[in-house]
């Protein structure tokens, strides 16, 4: 597999303060590795360093220790950076200019020939679904959520192999949030790689292939998701909810015993199972007790818990 994005003891000091000025360590010694094709989760709750991380591999600035390579390419040849794609936190526009015009611009930075920016720029603003109406509307008339598909836009304008986004489903309403993840999908099957930060789990749940999470500048954890499941020990993996039935009835039937968890509901039970190939043996066991089966979900919580038990 090939290396796309390789990372290697990434430090960053902030220097705060203006008259007794001092550090604060916002990424710390972080190294990773990401491969071609695939869609990378960067998790990490609000001043973790996600964006610290990302700004440092665009080159928007500098680290304190360490490096980082990019296609082959260290971070410092600017060369390199004409085919990656970088959506920001907080993308700021020329707000007078109509989303057609910006993008415009943008691919005049990439050298561009008029009818290759026309025709990229059509292509992307249908492709993030942004209302043809709207392409010669001035930005400044923008909602949230009409500059964040512009921004995703612009983060393509110039066919990148590999996609940087922070934070790319930020001010979308749920619509807008399935569309962007659509998209995401879309780049994957186009072999693109793509390396995004987010604090909405279930985007990243859905979307990447793996994960890694920062606390407090420091990587946690990295690995599949299933990986990461995994390594949460004793907690239970699915849940159940049935009705129709009462514990005493159903307990004989169920596996595992005494050491699975029953609990009522205002409607049923809620089973919570610490093996996925045991729901079929409850559905059999509602079978002979005439209960019904309501759902069965993975227990998000477990990674929802990784992700924030802070500190
Ligand atoms: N320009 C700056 N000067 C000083 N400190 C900064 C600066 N930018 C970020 N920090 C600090 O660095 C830490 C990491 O911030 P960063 O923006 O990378 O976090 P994040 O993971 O992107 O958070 P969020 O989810 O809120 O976007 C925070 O403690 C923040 O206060
Ligand atoms: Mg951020």
Redesign the pocket.
């Known amino acids: 597999m090939m290396t796309v994005v390789e990372i290697n003891r990434l430090t960053k000091d902030?220097e705060?303060g203006f008259w007794r000025k001092r550090k604060?360590r916002?990424l710390d010694c972080l190294s990773l590795t990401i491969n071609q094709g695939e869609i990378f989760g960067f998790l990490?709750?609000?001043?973790?360093?996600?964006?610290?991380?990302l700004k440092l591999l665009m080159r928007l600035i500098f680290p304190t220790e360490g490096s980082a390579r990019i296609l082959g390419h260290d971070i410092a040849e600017v060369a390199m950076h004409s085919r990656i794609g970088y959506l920001p936190?907080n993308p700021y526009f020329y707000d007078y200019l109509s989303a057609m015009e910006f993008l415009n611009f943008c691919g005049q930075l990439f050298g561009l020939s008029k009818v290759e920016r026309t025709s990229r720029a059509k292509e992307l603003l249908s492709r993030v679904r942004l209302d043809e109406s709207k392409w010669d509307t001035q930005l400044r008339k923008f909602s949230k959520g009409m500059l964040q598909r512009v921004g995703l836009a612009q983060s393509l304008i110039n066919d990148p192999e590999v996609v940087f986004l922070d934070?790319p489903m930020s001010g979308l309403d749920p619509i807008g949030r399935r569309e962007v993840r659509d998209l995401i999908t879309a780049l994957r099957q186009d072999g693109k790689t793509v390396f995004m930060?987010s604090?909405i789990l279930s985007d990243i749940e859905v979307l990447c292939d793996r994960v890694a999470i920062?606390k407090g500048?420091r990587l946690a954890h990295v690995g599949s998701l299933e990986e990461l499941r995994q390594q949460i020990d004793g907690r239970n993996v699915v849940e159940m909810v049935v009705s129709g039935t009462h514990e005493t009835a159903l307990r004989p039937y169920l596996p595992g015993g005494k050491d699975l968890r029953v609990t009522a509901t205002p409607t049923g039970l809620r089973i919570e199972l610490t093996k996925e190939g045991d729901v079929d043996e409850v559905i059999i066991a509602l079978r002979k007790t005439g209960g019904k089966l309501v759902s069965v979900q993975p227990l998000r919580q477990s990674l929802e818990e990784l992700f924030l038990d802070q500190k």
Do not use: D, P, S
């Open positions: 902030y705060i604060v916002a990490g709750a609000n001043g973790a360093g996600k964006t610290t991380t936190e934070e930060c604090h920062l500048g």
